[in-house]
């Protein structure tokens, strides 16, 4: 299950995504009313013709980025075993996870294995596509045995995975700083998590390491895939950390990875390298929002290269090493 994609890059495909997109309440969670006004008299009538050129930057002949890695990552995990039956669907847009839920409900299959492919845990992002999931399955009478995978930014193969991808990458050899870019939240989504509400953002280090508090925490949940992730490199050099896709008038966890990135040249840094670890498949937070808009950011404010490492996409090490993760797991 993965966040979903415009049909088609135009106002009206924008349109009729970004509605059904914001007005999931696990994605603006404030009351009703506020979120239709927002909704609907801000975003959806004005804000896809200023968002629509970005979209045609990166669509491709066969579609959105994120459906066509999306599409290849299954063909190739698929003929890994003609037991096990993959499909890949959206919480939003198409295909949707009814879609996917009746094909394999018309398949018989013996158990059903939820997996959001977004290795940090999110309310906003793996939560609503398990909410949705168990909502659709209780509604068709889904009788089927099922399991869930909330998250794996822990796990060993998608560490290996992600520290070969940044090792082998061209733009992390010769770049003189490597910056972790993940997708952002809004800092009460992080709060909400903290059944304490005394530890989550209260303390400077309260990401640092696992607490009765954090288990779920999606900031913890980065900074730890962080961690290990330098404990591999062979290589070392420099880096940071910081989060991207700001939206809205909210506080949203820091640092902000446009700040960072413009800080960076009046420090002498002038060459770095991206990696984006919350998306297994490029798309338009990857390939237009950094690899093109921050890097014009970077370049203005005084840095000579900005690289964008590529997600991990249909590679054949992740694909291999994630089939191996579902079959030791679940099969």
């Not at 914001?22 to 968002?51: A, H």
């Not at 068709?140 to 082998?168: D, M, R, V």
Request: aromatic fraction near 12%.
């Amino acid at each position: 299950m993965n966040i979903g994609t415009p049909s088609a890059p135009t106002v009206k495909g924008l349109r009729a995504y970004l509605k059904q997109f914001l007005s999931d309440p696990d994605v603006i969670d404030t009351n009703f009313i506020l979120r239709w006004i927002i909704v609907n008299l801000f975003v959806v009538p004005f804000r896809p013709k200023k968002i629509l050129p970005q979209y045609q930057s990166i669509w491709t002949k066969d579609g959105s980025p994120l459906l066509v890695h999306s599409r290849n990552f299954v063909e190739k995990i698929s003929r890994k075993n003609p037991n096990f039956k993959f499909e890949i669907v959206m919480r939003y847009g198409e295909p949707s996870i009814e879609e996917g839920l009746i094909k394999l409900k018309e398949s018989n299959v013996e158990k059903i294995i939820l997996i959001p492919m977004f290795p940090q845990y999110a309310q906003a992002t793996s939560g609503s596509c398990i909410k949705k999931a168990l909502e659709i399955i209780e509604k068709l009478n889904i009788k089927i045995p099922h399991e869930i995978n909330h998250s794996f930014y822990q796990e060993e193969f998608f560490i290996n995975c992600l520290t070969n991808s940044i090792e082998n990458a061209d733009s992390y050899q010769k770049g003189e700083l490597l910056l972790f870019s993940f997708h952002g939240l809004p800092e009460r989504q992080i709060r909400k998590m903290d059944k304490s509400k005394q530890y989550c953002l209260q303390n400077s280090d309260c990401c640092e390491r696992v607490s009765d508090y954090n288990q779920m925490c999606y900031k913890y949940h980065c900074h730890y895939t962080v961690s290990k992730v330098l404990e591999k490199l062979a290589t070392a050099k420099p880096s940071k950390i910081s989060f991207q896709s700001r939206f809205g008038f909210d506080s949203w966890i820091k640092p902000n990875t446009t700040d960072v990135i413009e800080s960076l040249p009046s420090v002498g840094i002038k060459d770095i390298a991206v990696v984006c670890p919350a998306f297994v498949f490029d798309c338009l937070e990857t390939l237009e929002e950094i690899a093109v808009r921050n890097n014009e950011y970077f370049l203005a404010s005084g840095g000579k290269t900005l690289k964008l490492i590529p997600a991990l996409n249909d590679k054949d090490e992740w694909v291999d090493a994630f089939y191996d993760f579902i079959y030791e797991k679940f099969a």
